[in-house]
């Protein structure tokens, strides 16, 4: 079973993709010759074809609407955007066409894209090249918005993607591809989209995080254990749908909830969470819903980029305030 | 020597352009401590160390193009890494792995375990409880899963827990948090009571007029030497606090601080202040202004009579306008009573005594009573307040 980063979890799973289904195709900036800014489809040009395998001008609005129209004639589109910061000139293409195909023809059409982009920052990257914009996709009806926390879940959940007949985002957490390696078996097994994981299972307070935050959240239960205090924690996976299913039974057991995400708070994901606690399991509560966040500012440089994301500090200092008074 | 290679600083540029170097040779910095400003086809980018270290070599000048890949900085140190990438967490792999890419992507030796898949769990069996119910109880010290919810699915309710707290009365609490726990030695010597009745009342009144009420306190005496044998104390008092209304009306009233409205009445409603073992009871004159003393004596014993023995209606123990304290009788002489909103005022008497007082420069000693008058200066003016003192004080004064 090979070893592997996340990024090169990815390749695999583009890689198995490619080789299983003569529909796959991969488009994007610099994504065939060079082999992607993060060497996700590095070494796939040169062993599937430039057919398969096709670099595109540098134009976000081009790569998505271009993902229309191959899908609507029956391809399988796997597009990279390069940074989440340069999502922006496609998503007039993602809102108002990929994810509307299926409602837009009453079925007749389906959209079968994913759209793959780094996700959040820790990487001492410049402007635009660190952002966490997961609600922008969330909030439109008809896309399937993913983010993987390890390359088994990686691999796992970008095959679903590309099996799937709709529209899915797939979002990187650029922290995570290449802090870690995990045993990974290539063998072609798809991971459920719209489940969440539970990775730790704990009794005191349920952590429910999301791409590069389950890796600090993950540390932060180690360091609570230390304390007697018992984590769950839950890795989202799919940001839309939310598995709320898995969250209310895990709050029912422990009583207390910690939303962590390293976008920013306001009108993040973390708060349609703590109202759908509210909503369904107010009564199972012992504490209030606390969220730890990005702050509601621009995601700074490198320099104070740590200060912005949250860390293993924050979130066990969120988990205390829980279990106070 | 480390040497640190200059990475790529866009997507894919081949150069950069020294615009200034932020440190030189010598210089012991910091990891992520900006080195040098450079210049790419893009835009001006800070290049921040990646190790900490001693700065041995800086490969060019301000104004000078260096490749991408090639030499910028040397570290002092015996290790050579050639990479563009050192990495605050142990990372030592190569400079091309990461790809061309901006910045720089963390490496740890961690590996990853695959978890197992969770294990159905039945549910908890915790008690299910309207928030405001679950602080109540926290706040009140009853063990929550010790009651029976009355809501849907046994939910316990805000109602549920008020009553737990009334059918324990003033017996022992089961005791739900630390924080009310008090120590081994400390225990021992008393159980938490739950304060109920007209101690809770009074608990409740006086933290309602804390959070409500800007009191000001003003003190003075009146002289009583004048007064001929047998004058009835309380009596004059509140005939004393009925002229006193009738000079500043504005002392006889109630105020509401939310819809910032007073009401001015007139009637004079003279609450007395009565302590009983229970604690503290409030019956009230009525009419005080037009009572002779005769009713007024009367009235005083009947109230203070069914006061002690709790047969008063409640007819008899709401809606005064004034407030007196008279707490002398037992000890004291000056104090700042607490003005019970929506009344306004309070007058507090104290002990008499015989004071040293100077009468035409020569030293006397005369009875007086000692007075504490507590206004809420929301609506009550300082003048308005001493006016009235100042009336009551006259009245008191009089011989009869």
Redesign the interface.
Known sequence: MPRVTLVEGINLALARALADDPDVVLIGEDIGVNGGVFRATDGLQKRFGKLRVQDTPLAEGLIAGMSVGMAAQGLKVVAEIQFMGFLYPALDQIANHMARLRNRTRGRLTCPVVIRMPHGGGIHAPEHHSESLEVLLCHHAGLRVVCPSSPARAYGLLLAAIRDPDPVMFLEPTRLYRLAKQDVLDDGQALPLDQATILREGDDVTIVTWGAMVHDSMRAADLLMQEKISCEVIDLSSLSPVDHDTILESVSHTGRLVIVHEAARHAGLGAEIAATVAEKALYDLLAPVVRVTGYDTVMPYFAQERAYIPGVARIADAVRQTLQG | MKRFHLPDLG??LQEAEIVRWHVAVGDRIAV?Q?MVAMETAK?V??V?APFEGVIATLHGKPGDTIATGAPLVDFEGAEVVATTSGGN?GAT?AAT????????????D??????AA?AP?G??G?T????AA?ELA?RMNVDIDSLAGSGANG?VTLDDVLAATQSHGGGRMPVA?S?MRPAADISESGELEVLRSLRRAMAQSMTLARDNVMECTVFDDADIEGWQQGGDYTVRLLRAIAVGCRAEPGLNAWFDGTTQGRRLFHHIQVGIAVDTPEGLLVPVIRDVGNSDAGRLRSEVNRLKAGARDRSLPASDLRDFTFMLSNFGVMAGRYATPVVVPPAVAILGAGRISRDVVAVDGRIEAHRRIPLSLTFDHRCVTGGEAVRFLGAVIADLQLPA
């Open positions: 997507e894919g992520d900006p835009a980018v800070e921040p967490s792999s792995s990461q790809g061309g890419v901006v910045g720089h992507m963390p490496e740890t961690e590996v990853l375990a695959t978890p969770a769990r549910p908890r915790r299910r409880a309207v928030p679950r926290r939910l948090t924080s």
